[in-house]
């Protein structure tokens, strides 16, 4: 008999606390509709425990007020990040919670809030990186990816970004993982002047771009290729393993990078870094030549030669490279701006040598020898920075570099009327 009564005083007792979380979550609905966000927040901390083995229909409910109230804090900028983090997964919850009950009364709302989270942590994200504040960045990337990883630029991003914030051992995390995921990023971009801002503007296909054209919003259409990223992330697995003292590791990575991608032509360069890195020069020369037999005429090919080139101080042969991208491509723009660059980069020892002159006959004479020789090293850049400008008229760091160079020579015509151009551009 005693039995008996106490089963009926447990039931009593589930009873109650089910009656006490349902109120728990009306006050905190009452508390968010009053605007008091963090007031609703606590108050469904009190019914946290109980929610494990709430009904479904209250679990969905106790999820959705959750991920409202978090995301409303972060609309209000109050820890942003984490808010819209913690939005989506309350959010992401209630749908697992509903798939598993087969009812959707919260669902549709809340997959709709979740993709308002992905661009609101992409949005945060580039602000951060601009405030120099990529660690904070580098992560509202990684939730974002979270939140969508079909979406598998925004692992490479968070990536990049964690290299940015010098967090090798998170970034060597999701650069393997990228890795495991083969992923490429290779593919198009289809582009197109916004004749009020006169930015391009990214779309996702033709059609969307050649509607915008169409309709009159945008201008000077173009598709472009989007190279290969492969290359990339594993010249970065292997120079941070590179970093850690793990060599051996560096080159089998790049070995096995190759191996499961042999039409990749962006990992012989990386595998040739690697050599540069590790001063074996002749791999690195032996790796160079198979690049270019494989590819003779691909610009960017030949473009990363320069760069790779150049970094390692053989100006000569990184000279030759952009040289020969141009003769590929004459439009190439950073063919030309890394040119300008590389003669630009010769002004210091002449600088230096002159300051350190005195006012002597000898050393007047010897200054007046540098001062041409100066002079000269900056008309040589002008058509380069000239080509560079005409391709790019919306870079304003060509546009700066080409009036330093027209001030350096007194071209006072031509300084006045790029300065125009640039003021232009720069209240755009």
Do not use: W
Request: glycine share 4%; charged share 30%; proline share 3%.
């Amino acid at each position: 008999m005693k039995s008996k009564y106490v089963i009926l005083a447990s039931a009593l007792l589930i009873s109650v606390i089910a009656f006490a979380q349902k109120d728990q979550i009306k006050a905190a609905e009452k508390a968010l509709k009053s605007g008091n966000p963090q007031e609703a927040i606590t108050i469904l901390k009190g019914a946290e425990a109980a929610s494990a083995t709430a009904p479904d229909s209250e679990k969905a409910q106790y999820f959705f007020v959750k991920g409202n109230a978090h995301l409303e804090l972060a609309n209000k900028k109050v820890a942003e990040g984490s808010n819209l983090s913690l939005a989506a997964k309350a959010y992401q919850d209630l749908v697992s919670v509903e798939k598993t009950s087969g009812k959707d009364k919260y669902s549709t709302q809340a997959t709709t809030s979740i993709l308002d989270i992905k661009f609101k942590l992409l949005n945060s994200a580039i602000a951060d990186t601009k405030a120099n504040k990529d660690i904070d960045g580098a992560q509202k990337l990684y939730d974002a990816y979270l939140l969508d990883k079909k979406d598998t630029i925004n692992l490479y991003y968070a990536a990049s970004t964690y290299v940015n914030a010098k967090d090798y051992a998170t970034a060597l995390k999701l650069y393997s993982d990228l890795k495991t995921l083969n992923y490429s990023g290779k593919g198009t971009s289809y582009l197109a002047t916004n004749k009020l801002t006169g930015q391009e503007d990214l779309y996702n296909t033709a059609k969307e771009r050649d509607l915008a054209v169409k309709i009159g919003t945008h201008e000077k259409p173009k598709t472009e290729a989007i190279p290969s990223k492969r290359g990339e992330i594993y010249k970065n697995i292997a120079l941070i393993l590179v970093q850690d003292g793990k060599i051996e590791e560096a080159k089998k990575a790049v070995a096995d990078a190759r191996k499961a991608n042999p039409t990749d032509t962006s990992l012989i360069l990386t595998e040739a870094n690697l050599y540069l890195e590790t001063k074996d020069f002749e791999t690195y020369k032996k790796l160079v030549a198979e690049a270019l037999e494989k590819n003779p005429n691909d610009a960017d090919l030949v473009f990363n030669l320069g760069v790779i080139s150049a970094n390692s101080k053989n100006l000569a042969d990184a000279e030759k490279y952009y040289k020969r991208v141009i003769e590929i491509n004459p439009k190439y723009a950073n063919a030309y701006i890394n040119l300008a660059a590389l003669k630009l980069d010769d002004e210091k020892p002449i600088i230096d040598e002159m300051n350190k002159l005195g006012t002597s006959d000898k050393d007047m004479k010897r200054y007046n020898v540098l001062k041409v020789k100066r002079e000269d090293l900056f008309k040589s850049t002008i058509p380069y920075l000239q080509k560079a400008y005409e391709l790019e008229p919306t870079n304003i760091d060509i546009a700066k570099t080409l009036l330093n160079v027209y001030s350096a020579l007194e071209m006072m015509p031509e300084s006045k009327e790029l300065k125009a151009k640039i003021k232009v551009l720069e209240q755009k």
